[in-house]
Every structure is written in structure tokens, then in C-alpha cells.
């Protein structure tokens, strides 16, 4: 057996990887971004020389596909650069859209968890919910994102909530089909032990559903969660582009500002993998709180 | 309902039919059996002769369909209501979360025993079993026959006088087995219970037993109900003696005489 090492299990096979992705991200920004080189100088009529052609390809102000560095520098500029309140900080939207995705992470998750023990609990609802439920997701969040907005927006309520309520339509559902799976994974053994204590339904919950579920909810929390960002996201969309990493998607995609675009996205994905892993984080400590083998 | 009140369980003419979608199946016929306070009865037959069932039903995790029974002179479900037996299942069973202690702690917990009788109950439970000291491990520190004994803890840890054991020692090894035995009985002189206990070992059945129940499959019935003759004292060496083989030879008898060959 070999000892467990963090250079060889974790990095080494981690980076490698990067480095192919980042490798091949670069031949295709050359590819992608010559053309443009190529009509400029055909206009200007000159020839453009190969090393002057990989170059230019790179700094281009709209690319087609921005070069890592171009991407890095973009976000380098827009999180150290700018004050935290400015409007051109990335840190300012990744904040606006992590609080909505927040609070409707939190909404979602509790609203999951208390269909699944009502799913589990009564055979009424088992009946009539789940397909709602499932049926739920059928419908494309984009086509329903906007008509939230609005609706909520006619009644008066505009700002955090409409968007952290897409959130929440889209986070329940992984929590409520874990969470039910998880109620009823104790086995029959275990209810009957229950049983012949005389056990109340009360007590068979928080004594042995509960904490049977727990690996079920926060294998499901780590979907929500990642899934809640996107919903923000959308939901910034239809808001006219105000604030919110959606806000720069949009506008960037308005402009041609590739550059803008591709910062915000990796700014969503880092956001989206810093909650996984707080998620990720929260299921080990209760796992080793609860007596797990290591 | 007819009950003798010397009787821990009582059965007449009991009967249990489960409703398949292959048809009628008859898991228990026509059972009449007592047991007094203070037996150790085992129940042995091959699997579908409805031993198992027998024990659900006293634990009023089944209905029967045909006959009565009564439990401490009430319905099974009246005495489980009371807290009437402990349950021992042919696995451990222990909550994976919860350490050994805190496993023994369970029933006591839902019985709503008090804090300090919780834990003196289980510090003298460990002690029965022979757990002392390992009452902060969690299940999968321990062994098989370990975890066993710890859910035979559990089922002792409150004042239950009849101890329900289906098959507890049934996936354990000879040796192991053998060890429990031996402590089983010494638990039994010790607290006065009376035990029904579920096996498919002759040895095991007669070593343990004062009454023993045989069964048959097909459908499940009790072809036979053979009181033992050895002492209540009895160290593992009994198991030579022509008493006790002459016992397991009529437990033989029975269990070929209910089989049917023809099938």
C-alpha cells in the first residue's frame, strides 16, 4: 500500500489536466481569432507574418474566444482593481447574484425537506405531490424565469426575493426526491425495532429517519446548491441587465465584450465550486459527527 | 379471551395466512403452545416452517388471521403497548450513528427513563453482556458477535420479562456461537426472563432450551413439543453426555417426520 500523498492523488492528476485544457485553449483562440487577422490585413493589403498572426490573436480587443490570460487579466482588473461597491467590480455582481442564490438555496432547501416528510409521511401527498413536483422541472426555467419576475414585480415585490424564488424553483427539487429517498432508506429491521418499543411516529422520525437521511440531504444540498446559482443567474436576465454576474453576461453578450463575458462565467463557476465545497465541508463534519468510518 | 395467567404466551389453534398474488399462502396452522414464566423455549425447523412468524406475532409485528393469543394474558399489541418483551433480530441492528451506549440508550430514551437510570441501566446491561468498557465505540468498531450482544443489551436494557430472540447468533461462527451460548444461559439464571428463541441448529436448540418447539413447513405447523430433562446448570460439556443426544435424537425425529419427501 502505498501512503496517501497530496502532490501525487490530488495535484498532479488535477493539474494535468488543467494544463491540457489550458493548452488546447489556447490553439483554439489562434484558430478561432485568425480569421479576423487575416481579413484586416487582406483589407489593409499586406501579408501578416505567422508569429505576428499568433500574437495578434491573443490581444484582441473583441475576440472571438478570449485567451486564458486575456480572461485572467479581466477579472484580475475587475476584483483588485475597482472598489468593492463600484459598479464595474466583479465582486460587487458576484455578491448581488451569491445572496440571491442564498436565500433561495435556503428556501429551497427547506422547502424540499418539508415536502419529503410530508411526501413520507402521508400517503395523500405521496399521491397527489410527487408528480407536481417532477412535473415542475419539465418546464424550461427560462421561459418561466421572466413571467416570475413580472408577476411578482405587478404585486410589488421586486429586487432580491423574485430572483432567489428562481433559486428556489429550481434547488427544492433535488432535496425533495433525495430527501424522500433518504426517509426511506431505513430498513425494515430498523422500523421494526421501532416498532416494538412502541416507538411514536414522532420519535421514529428524529430517532432513525432523520439521521438515516442525512447522507441523501447533503449529497442532494450539493445539486441545490449548484443549481441555485444558475437560478439566479437566469433570473437576472430578464431584469434588464441591471446587476448580477447575469447583468454581465448580458451585457456583455450585448456588446461583444467576450472578454466580460468569459470573466463573469468563470466567476459564476468559481462561486458554484467554493459552495460545493462548503457543502461538500458541512456532509464530512456531520458525517464524522455521527461516528462515520473514515 | 382464554388464558392461563402462569403463562407468559398463550396460543390456541393460532393461524397465519398471507394473501400472495400467487395465492394463499399458510406461513402458521393450528398452534397450541404455553409458555410459562421463566422458560427458555427455542423453535426450530427449516426455513418456511413459520418459526420466525410465531415470534412476529408475539411481537405484534404480524396479525394472525385464525385462533387467539395472548401475551401476559393481554393481545400482543396490548403488550407491546406495555413494553412487554425485548426483541433481538437475526442481525445486530444497531443505529450506525449512534455509539454502543448510546444504542442501549435508545429504547430507554423512547421509554422516557431519566437521564442518570439511562446510564446506570446501561453501565449494568455492558455488564451482562460482557461490553463493559467498549460503551463509546460506534457499531462498526466492533465485531460480529460483538455488535450481537450489544443489541441483546439493547433488548435487555429495559424491564422486559420476555426476551424474543430470532435466530441472534445465526450468522455468526460455530465458536462464537458456542461462547454466546454459554453466556446466554448464565444471562438467563441471571435475570429471570423468559426467552423464546428462534433457531435452525439442533445442538443449539438443545443445549439453551428447557421446552423445545419443532416445526414443519408446508404448511407451517408443530410437530412436535419436547420438554428437556437436562439441569438448568449446563457448561458446554453437556453437550456428550447420552442425555443430551438422546434429546437431539428426538429433535431429529421430529423435523424428518414433518418434512414432506413427496414434494
Redesign the interface.
Same mark, same amino acid.
Given at each position: 500500500m502505498h501512503k496517501p500523498s497530496f502532490l501525487r492523488d490530488k495535484l498532479l492528476p488535477i493539474s494535468t489536466v488543467v494544463a491540457l485544457l489550458i493548452a488546447i485553449w489556447y490553439i483554439a483562440a489562434v484558430f478561432l481569432n485568425a480569421p479576423f487577422e487575416r481579413d484586416t490585413a487582406a483589407r489593409a493589403g499586406t501579408e501578416i507574418a505567422f508569429s505576428d498572426l499568433v500574437g495578434n490573436t491573443m490581444a484582441q480587443e473583441r475576440p472571438v474566444l478570449p485567451a486564458p490570460h486575456q480572461v485572467v487579466a479581466e477579472i484580475w482588473d475587475t476584483t483588485v482593481n475597482r472598489a468593492i461597491t463600484s459598479k464595474r467590480s466583479l465582486v460587487y455582481h458576484a455578491w448581488i447574484t451569491l445572496s440571491a442564490t442564498l436565500l433561495g438555496f435556503g428556501i429551497g432547501a427547506a422547502l424540499g425537506v418539508l415536502l419529503a416528510v410530508g411526501i413520507v409521511h402521508n400517503r395523500a401527498m405521496d399521491r397527489s405531490l410527487m408528480p407536481w413536483v417532477i412535473a415542475s422541472q419539465t418546464i424550461p426555467i427560462l421561459a418561466i424565469a421572466p413571467m416570475i419576475i413580472v408577476v411578482l414585480n405587478a404585486i410589488g415585490i421586486a429586487g432580491l426575493l423574485p430572483k432567489a424564488l428562481i433559486s428556489t424553483y429550481l434547488s427544492f427539487f433535488p432535496v425533495v426526491v433525495g430527501m424522500v429517498k433518504g426517509l426511506r432508506s431505513p430498513e425494515t429491521i430498523q422500523l421494526d425495532l421501532m416498532h416494538t418499543y412502541n416507538a411514536s411516529a414522532a420519535q421514529t422520525f428524529w430517532k432513525l429517519r432523520w439521521p438515516s437521511s442525512m447522507p441523501y440531504l447533503f449529497t442532494s444540498l450539493k445539486v441545490a446548491v449548484a443549481i441555485s446559482l444558475v437560478g439566479a443567474i437566469v433570473g437576472e436576465l430578464p431584469t434588464g441587465a441591471v446587476a448580477g454576474l447575469g447583468a454581465r453576461l448580458l451585457a456583455g453578450s450585448y456588446y461583444g465584450q467576450t472578454v466580460q463575458i468569459w470573466a463573469a462565467l468563470f466567476m459564476a463557476a468559481a462561486l458554484a465550486a467554493v459552495l460545493v465545497m462548503i457543502v461538500g465541508f458541512a456532509h464530512s463534519a456531520v458525517l464524522k459527527r455521527m461516528g462515520a468510518k473514515p | 379471551m382464554t388464558s392461563n395467567s402462569a403463562s407468559v404466551v398463550s396460543a390456541r389453534n393460532l393461524g397465519l395466512t398471507f394473501q400472495t398474488s400467487d395465492g394463499p399462502v399458510n406461513a402458521l396452522t393450528g398452534v397450541n403452545l404455553d409458555v410459562a414464566k421463566g422458560d427458555f423455549v427455542s423453535f426450530i425447523g427449516p426455513s418456511g416452517c413459520g418459526k420466525t412468524t410465531f415470534l412476529r406475532i408475539i411481537?405484534? =409485528?404480524e396479525k394472525p388471521t385464525a385462533g387467539t393469543i395472548a401475551v401476559n394474558g393481554k393481545t400482543p399489541e396490548e403488550a &407491546?403497548?406495555n &413494553?412487554a %418483551?425485548?426483541?433481538v433480530?437475526? !442481525?445486530a !441492528?444497531l %443505529?450506525? *450513528? &449512534?455509539?454502543i451506549e448510546k444504542n442501549i440508550a =435508545?429504547?430507554l430514551?423512547?421509554?422516557g427513563y431519566a437521564k442518570d437510570e439511562r446510564k446506570a441501566r446501561i453501565e449494568r446491561t455492558l455488564e451482562l453482556v460482557n461490553l463493559t468498557g467498549f460503551g463509546k465505540k460506534?457499531p *462498526?468498531q466492533l465485531s460480529g458477535g460483538m455488535q450481537q450482544r450489544a443489541s441483546i443489551a439493547r433488548a435487555l436494557a429495559f424491564d422486559a420479562d420476555l426476551l424474543l430472540m430470532d435466530e441472534p447468533f445465526g450468522a455468526l461462527d460455530e465458536i462464537v456461537r458456542d461462547h454466546l451460548n454459554e453466556q446466554l444461559l448464565k444471562l438467563w439464571a441471571q435475570t429471570n426472563k423468559t426467552i423464546c428463541f428462534v433457531t435452525h441448529s439442533i445442538p443449539e436448540a438443545v443445549y439453551l432450551s428447557t421446552k423445545i418447539v419443532v416445526m414443519s413447513p408446508r404448511p407451517g405447523r408443530v410437530t412436535d413439543i419436547i420438554e428437556s430433562t437436562l439441569p438448568r446448570e449446563r457448561p458446554l460439556g453437556i453437550r456428550e453426555t447420552p442425555e443430551f443426544l438422546e434429546i437431539a435424537h428426538r429433535v431429529r425425529e421430529g423435523l424428518r417426520a414433518g418434512h414432506s419427501y413427496d414434494e
Open positions: - | 411481537a405484534d =409485528l &407491546r403497548h &413494553r %418483551y425485548g426483541y433480530f437475526q !442481525a !441492528a %443505529y450506525p *450513528w &449512534r455509539t =435508545l429504547p430514551e423512547i421509554m460506534y *462498526w
